[in-house]
């Protein structure tokens, strides 16, 4: 029997937030027609919590870690809904977000429809907490307008099956949002982002672990972007490489500042933000230079 909605979520050590996570979500209990799948290859108890605790759940066993993408792209291949979202295990959903989406999907005929972030406790939180939020999500924290948008966050973003799948046939073996949604710009469709859809991130990981994901995640970034380009194309890229850092601190701080909410936080961890930002930098450079390497499948939250 297929299901109306869909809801993935990729696993890599997630025993410390999937319970919550799961949780909220089932309460979303009157749409029955509701299909969660969580694609799994933590070497924690993630897997075993979600069996024991959550039987609904449909459960998608990797024996090995693997990236984001590649799980992401399996668990859509099993989906049944017309509409498919993807949230995080780190996501916390509101009592009426599934609601919304449903009712943004209705009013929109946009095929990409993505909400707000805000930081889970937050004013429990310290510096460190924050500045990792900022780094990743922070341009997504409320209040966001509703309209047209050129970026959407990936732990609360929804589609409609059409974009996703040719027919029954999955379009995407990988799923690698960035590049998903740029061919969908070049084929003339938009993101669609709504203030309705909203969400916490509660994302308990080690900042050196964060650190060193955002080298990865620049890395594998430059060497996909690039992957087509001549060895001078790369080459000048990586030259501008050191300018990064400047350029999206700025970006992201026209985008924070007017929303007038927790500047002192911000100003606060601009520091670490920085150094987030410049340890994305030199993934770049090295991608430009060097290609992907092995980075691309360390890409585990």
């Not at 990236?67 to 780190?90: H, K, N, Q, W």
């Not at 924290?141 to 990936?154: A, D, H, K, Q």
């Not at 969908?184 to 909203?198: C, D, F, K, M, N």
């Not at 080298?215 to 001078?232: E, K």
Request: net charge positive; proline share 5%; with cysteine.
């Amino acid at each position: 029997m297929n299901a109306t909605y869909s809801v993935i979520i990729a696993c890599n050590n997630a025993e410390t937030v999937i319970v919550e996570c799961l949780s909220r979500l089932i309460r979303q209990g009157e749409h029955s027609n509701l299909e969660i799948i969580v694609a799994d290859s933590s070497t924690d108890t993630t897997a075993q919590m979600v069996k024991t605790r959550f039987p609904t759940v449909k459960l998608l066993r990797f024996e090995h870690p693997s990236a984001l993408p590649v799980l992401r792209g399996s668990a859509i291949a099993l989906a049944t809904g017309r509409i498919i979202a993807l949230i995080d295990p780190y996501t916390m959903v509101g009592p009426d977000w599934l609601q919304q989406v449903i009712t943004a999907h209705i009013e929109q005929k946009h095929s990409v429809v993505g909400g707000a972030v805000d930081l889970y406790h937050a004013g429990a939180q310290g510096i460190l907490a924050w500045a990792q939020y900022f780094n990743e999500y922070g341009m997504f924290m409320s209040p966001v307008e509703e309209g047209v948008i050129e970026i959407l966050p990936g732990c609360n973003v929804s589609y409609k099956r059409e974009l996703l799948f040719d027919g029954d046939k999955p379009r995407f073996e990988e799923f690698w949002k960035t590049f998903v949604h740029a061919g969908l710009a070049e084929s003339g469709g938009v993101l669609w982002q709504t203030p309705r859809i909203r969400v916490e991130l509660w994302k308990p990981v080690g900042f050196v672990s964060f650190l060193v994901t955002r080298f990865s995640h620049g890395r594998c970034y430059a060497a996909m972007r690039c992957a087509d380009a001549s060895l001078s194309a790369r080459f000048l890229r990586a030259l501008t490489s050191p300018l990064i850092p400047f350029v999206l601190q700025y970006r992201w701080t026209r985008r924070i500042w007017p929303k007038r909410r927790y500047r002192a936080k911000y100003i606060l961890s601009l520091p670490v933000q920085f150094l987030l930002f410049t340890c994305w930098s030199v993934g770049e450079f090295a991608g430009y230079l060097t290609g992907a390497g092995n980075s691309c499948r360390k890409l585990y939250y």
